[in-house]
């Protein structure tokens, strides 16, 4: 009972202690789609994924919009998983060592209504390098990913397997998020590993992309500040109509 209160005490002390620090800096963003923003809504469910080492990015702009974070099943991830729901994500315990199985059925029943978020590198890594669990969630569900890259201007990183990031000060810190990918049902092996391959250099392509743009500062055509703004919820039908024509016209040229 003790080691729970604790656990649960300093997981409420750590998410309002991330809030306090990731408030302090300069946000932007670019979505090559803008309809994929998890802030309008769960019409169409996705499964959004970003790296393990930029988990503070999103935990801190995107609470309250229906989205679930797949966690570890080790102890550490038990304070991780209190942060979490207090930022305003929704968590599943499992991963592709221990509960995968488990975890796998919840996904699939969860993101019936809401997102998914995965680090597709964690819990262990190697960094940067995606494991299979997000294209079989994929295959299975229908689900559309929605890959993400996140890059920080002064970052100072831990002595950890995926060298997790953390924005000093004042940091410029850019999100850049890609159109939609959809991946085929009824893969075989070698499919699988083709997609995963495919999902994993966007990723990339993307986290560089907005590695960068933070590194070099400045604006570019199309994108927006950002701030957190707990518990909003929007439809679909607040898209602007210029949104809706980048969307479209990115759509077109895929």
């Known amino acids: 009972?003790?080691?729970?209160?604790?656990?649960?005490?300093?997981?409420?002390?750590?998410?309002?202690?991330?809030?306090?620090?990731?408030?302090?800096?300069?946000?932007?963003?670019?979505?090559?789609?803008?309809?994929?923003?998890?802030?309008?809504?769960?019409?169409?469910?996705?499964?959004?994924?970003?790296?393990?080492?930029?988990?503070?990015?999103?935990?801190?702009?995107?609470?309250?919009?229906?989205?679930?974070?797949?966690?570890?099943?080790?102890?550490?991830?038990?304070i991780l998983s209190r942060v979490a729901h207090h930022m305003g994500f929704g968590?599943?315990?499992?991963?592709?060592?221990?509960?995968?199985?488990?975890?796998?059925?919840?996904?699939?029943?969860?993101?019936?209504?809401?997102?998914?978020?995965?680090?597709p590198d964690g819990p262990r890594g190697p960094r940067r390098q995606m494991a299979q669990g997000a294209i079989f969630l994929a295959t299975k569900t229908g689900m559309p990913i929605v890959p993400m890259g996140f890059g920080m201007s002064y970052p100072k990183r831990a002595k950890s397997w995926d060298q997790f990031a953390m924005p000093l000060p004042f940091s410029r810190v850019r999100c850049v998020i890609g159109p939609k990918i959809h991946v085929p049902s009824n893969l075989s092996r070698d499919g699988m590993e083709?997609?995963?391959?495919?999902?994993?250099?966007?990723?990339?392509?993307?986290?560089?992309?907005?590695?960068?743009?933070?590194?070099?500062?400045?604006?570019?055509?199309?994108?927006?500040?950002?701030?957190?703004?707990?518990r909003i919820r929007q439809t679909t039908a607040q898209i602007s109509k210029p949104q809706i024509a980048i969307a479209e016209e990115t759509r077109r040229s895929a």
């Not at 003790?2 to 991330?18: C, D, V």
């Not at 994993?200 to 701030?227: C, H, I, P, Y």
């Open 91 to 119: 968590c599943i315990r499992g991963s592709s060592n221990k509960g995968a199985t488990a975890a796998l059925l919840k996904m699939q029943s969860r993101g019936k209504n809401s997102h998914i978020t995965i680090t």
């Open 194 to 230: 083709a997609e995963r391959l495919r999902v994993e250099k966007v990723m990339n392509d993307l986290t560089l992309e907005a590695e960068l743009w933070a590194e070099q500062g400045g604006t570019r055509e199309g994108d927006r500040a950002e701030k957190r703004k707990a």
């Open 1 to 78: 009972m003790a080691n729970k209160f604790s656990t649960g005490l300093f997981g409420l002390l750590s998410a309002q202690a991330i809030r306090a620090w990731m408030s302090t800096h300069d946000y932007r963003a670019f979505f090559y789609d803008p309809t994929t923003d998890p802030r309008l809504g769960t019409d169409e469910p996705r499964i959004y994924l970003f790296w393990h080492e930029y988990i503070l990015v999103p935990l801190y702009l995107r609470g309250h919009c229906d989205l679930v974070m797949l966690l570890s099943k080790h102890r550490d991830a038990e």
